[in-house]
């Protein structure tokens, strides 16, 4: 059963995202040759990458505290936005004629930060040898990845959505406030839960007190 998500085709194309997105991101739409595993996996030795930046990147270019430094919330944080980005765009492109499925964005997304990957290592190593003038360096490198993952992203939201750029755009822009409406509700949600918690909590408390 697991072995049909890591067949030859598909970490094929997976290897092709660099080289040849539309191809890729075409394949994994109308020919099924995308793996959300390995999408996932992706995301995760992300997540292990962004961690060790901020742990062993040089004292020059990093602010944070390796101490203080909390890998598993890292972890939930990247996970929580890749799937708030997933579900923001397959809700939105649903009402605006959109091909893609949920788990072709999600394995798009997956995908995508795979130059992020590749440039966080040779920009760790980097920022462990740079003077206190040298910093731009290091920003360089993990900018250029930046701007890589978002244009595969944009790539790729186009093809498997069948969109035209201008409407890319535009469904990108909506994606981003579907997910702050997501968090604000569920924020929302989570308060009157406690609220409904403390009111029985006071209920509790005042019956057991007259008893």
Not at 108 to 135: H, K, Q, R, W
Not at 182 to 203: G, H, P, R, S, T
């Amino acid at each position: 059963m697991i072995k049909q998500y890591f067949t030859q085709d598909r970490l094929y194309y997976f290897k092709k995202t660099l080289s040849s997105p539309s191809d890729c991101f075409y394949e994994i739409r109308y020919r099924e040759q995308g793996s959300v595993p390995l999408a996932l996996i992706t995301v995760f030795i992300f997540s292990v990458c962004y961690t060790m930046d901020k742990i062993f990147a040089g004292f020059i270019v990093n602010t944070v505290d390796p101490r203080d430094v909390n890998g598993l919330f890292d972890f939930a944080a990247i996970f929580l936005i890749v799937f708030l980005f997933s579900i923001g765009n397959w809700s939105i492109t649903c009402l605006m004629g959109g091909e893609g499925r949920f788990k072709d964005i999600l394995t798009v997304t997956g995908y995508s930060l795979i130059p992020l990957i590749i440039t966080f290592i040779p920009a760790i190593i980097i920022s462990n040898g740079l003077a206190a003038n040298e910093d731009v360096f290091y920003f360089i490198i993990l900018g250029f990845g930046l701007v890589w993952t978002a244009v595969l992203i944009l790539i790729g939201i186009m093809t498997v959505h069948n969109y035209t750029l201008v409407k890319t755009f535009a469904t990108l822009f909506l994606t981003f406030l579907a997910m702050f409406l997501i968090i604000f509700l569920a924020l929302l949600l989570f308060d009157l839960l406690n609220q409904v918690i403390i009111f029985f909590e006071n209920i509790y408390i005042e019956l057991v007190a007259r008893g």
